[in-house]
């Protein structure tokens, strides 16, 4: 199967085909992931939580990270996979300045990543800028940001007023403004998800507690198998629930996104 690159992404929108994400931290799964039909996988700071057994990703450093994608990365080699992978910068690795962001991401792309993932808005589109043009593909996140969930005052739904919702819409344009190639939304109401996935023409999102208007959807890989130390979100379904293994439940999701069975907006969003 041919390899997913940036183009691949642009021709799945052009076509009205959804993008399958799925996080992934280590070289197993990451075959599995692959094999199953993922498009695309993160290695997710969310390894703070379900590798390390952290309450946050504040604590992730850019060697977990590394470390994490190089594994993620020889799997899918090992296998001859078609997946391409994103891995986030960490919280700390790209805010001090242009120049520590692309050597974190340099640090990030030379581990295996194809991609890298920073969250914000606001000054978060310059240094985008500054990534894209030197030839780091970039993925945002806005919503939900957990790097900053202190200063949100916790892990709750974003964009609910219409100032917030505006707000979220001007970051949006400026991440895409600023080359980005995906975006993830995290935790926003379903509408304002949609309108911003109609905004943005070169840019597709992706969603997790975002609502089914997205281009693409993204789901911690331990809850969609129902492996979780705590409460699962509302966002999340177990596909392992009626499935008969770990590649036929991730298989499943990847159908259930492609023919947009998931997430279904009256359980799964706001
Ligand atoms: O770290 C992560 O797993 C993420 C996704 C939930 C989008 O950022
Ligand atoms: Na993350």
Same mark, same amino acid.
């Given at each position: 199967?041919?390899?997913?690159?940036?183009?691949?992404?642009?021709?799945?929108?052009?076509?009205?085909?959804?993008?399958?994400?799925?996080?992934?931290?280590?070289?197993?799964?990451?075959?599995?992931?692959?094999?199953?039909?993922?498009?695309?996988?993160?290695?997710?700071?969310?390894?703070?939580?379900?590798?390390?057994?952290?309450?946050?990703?504040?604590?992730?450093?850019?060697?977990?990270?590394?470390?994490?994608?190089?594994?993620?990365?020889?799997?899918?080699?090992?296998?001859?996979?078609?997946?391409?992978?994103?891995?986030?910068?960490?919280?700390?690795?790209?805010?001090?300045?242009?120049?520590?962001?692309?050597?974190?991401?340099?640090?990030?792309?030379?581990?295996?990543?194809?991609?890298?993932?920073?969250?914000?808005?606001?000054?978060?589109?310059?240094?985008?800028?500054?990534?894209?043009?030197?030839?780091?593909?970039?993925?945002?996140?806005?919503?939900?940001?957990?790097?900053?969930?202190?200063?949100?005052?916790?892990?709750?739904?974003?964009?609910?007023?219409?100032?917030?919702?505006?707000?979220?819409?001007?970051?949006?344009?400026?991440?895409?403004?600023?080359?980005?190639?995906?975006?993830?939304?995290?935790?926003?109401?379903?509408?304002?998800?949609?309108?911003?996935?109609?905004?943005?023409?070169?840019?597709?999102?992706?969603?997790?507690?975002?609502?089914?208007?997205?281009?693409?959807?993204?789901?911690?890989?331990?809850?969609?198998?129902?492996?979780?130390? /705590?409460? +699962?979100?509302?966002? &999340? =379904?177990?596909?392992? !629930? #009626? %499935?008969?293994?770990?590649? /036929?439940? +991730?298989?499943?999701? &990847? =159908?259930?996104?492609? !023919? #947009? %069975?998931?997430?279904?907006?009256?359980?799964?969003?706001?």
């Amino acid at each position: 199967p041919k390899k997913v690159s940036i183009q691949t992404f642009a021709d799945m929108r052009a076509r009205g085909e959804k993008i399958a994400m799925l996080t992934a931290y280590d070289a197993t799964f990451a075959a599995v992931a692959d094999a199953a039909g993922v498009d695309t996988l993160l290695v997710g700071d969310s390894l703070g939580m379900v590798c390390q057994g952290g309450n946050g990703t504040v604590g992730v450093s850019l060697d977990d990270m590394v470390y994490h994608t190089r594994c993620v990365a020889e799997g899918v080699r090992r296998t001859g996979g078609r997946t391409l992978i994103v891995a986030d910068l960490p919280f700390g690795s790209y805010q001090v300045s242009k120049e520590q962001a692309i050597a974190s991401a340099v640090a990030l792309m030379s581990a295996g990543a194809q991609m890298v993932k920073l969250e914000g808005g606001g000054w978060v589109a310059e240094t985008a800028r500054f990534l894209v043009e030197r030839g780091v593909p970039v993925c945002g996140h806005l919503g939900l940001t957990p790097q900053t969930v202190s200063s949100l005052g916790g892990f709750r739904v974003q964009g609910r007023t219409d100032e917030a919702a505006a707000c979220l819409r001007e970051d949006s344009a400026a991440l895409e403004a600023a080359g980005a190639t995906m975006l993830v939304l995290e935790m926003v109401p379903a509408a304002l998800a949609t309108a911003i996935t109609a905004d943005l023409l070169a840019c597709a999102t992706i969603g997790i507690g975002a609502g089914r208007g997205t281009a693409g959807q993204v789901l911690v890989m331990h809850d969609m198998l129902g492996v979780n130390l /705590g409460r +699962m979100a509302k966002f &999340v =379904r177990n596909f392992m !629930d #009626g %499935s008969d293994g770990v590649k /036929g439940a +991730m298989e499943r999701y &990847v =159908r259930a996104v492609k !023919d #947009g %069975s998931f997430p279904d907006d009256a359980k799964h969003a706001w």
